[in-house]
C-alpha cells in the first residue's frame, strides 16, 4: 500500500497517508479541519516482499561501508 504526501492549505501541516490506491485523496486536515492538497513527490518506488534485486548491484568503495571511507573528501576511482 502506498502512502501518499498531503499539505493543509490552512496550517500548512505536512503529513504522509497509507492508502490503497484506489481510495479517494484525503481532503480534510487531521490537524485543523482545512482543506489539503496531496503533493507530488518520487517516492520510494516499488515495495516488494520478495528477494532484492540490490545484491546484484555495485558493492561500491572497497571499505565495505557504502560511503567515503577516508575522513576527508572522497575521489572518484
Same mark, same amino acid.
Given at each position: 500500500?502506498? %502512502?501518499?504526501?498531503? &499539505?493543509? &492549505?490552512? *496550517?500548512?501541516?505536512?503529513? /504522509? &497517508?497509507?492508502? +490503497?490506491?484506489? /481510495?479517494?485523496?484525503?481532503?480534510?486536515?487531521?490537524? *485543523?479541519? @482545512?482543506?489539503?492538497?496531496? !503533493?507530488?513527490?518520487? #517516492? %520510494?518506488?516499488?515495495?516488494? +516482499?520478495? @528477494?532484492?534485486?540490490?545484491?546484484?548491484?555495485?558493492?561500491?568503495?572497497?571499505? @565495505? !561501508? #557504502?560511503?567515503? *571511507?577516508?575522513?576527508?573528501?572522497? %575521489?572518484?576511482?
Amino acid at each position: 500500500m502506498p %502512502a501518499y504526501e498531503y &499539505q493543509c &492549505q490552512s *496550517c500548512s501541516y505536512h503529513f /504522509d &497517508q497509507r492508502q +490503497k490506491m484506489s /481510495d479517494a485523496p484525503l481532503t480534510t486536515c487531521p490537524k *485543523c479541519g @482545512g482543506e489539503v492538497a496531496r !503533493l507530488i513527490s518520487g #517516492g %520510494a518506488g516499488a515495495i516488494s +516482499k520478495g @528477494g532484492s534485486s540490490a545484491s546484484n548491484a555495485d558493492p561500491g568503495p572497497s571499505c @565495505g !561501508l #557504502g560511503g567515503c *571511507c577516508g575522513g576527508g573528501a572522497c %575521489a572518484m576511482e
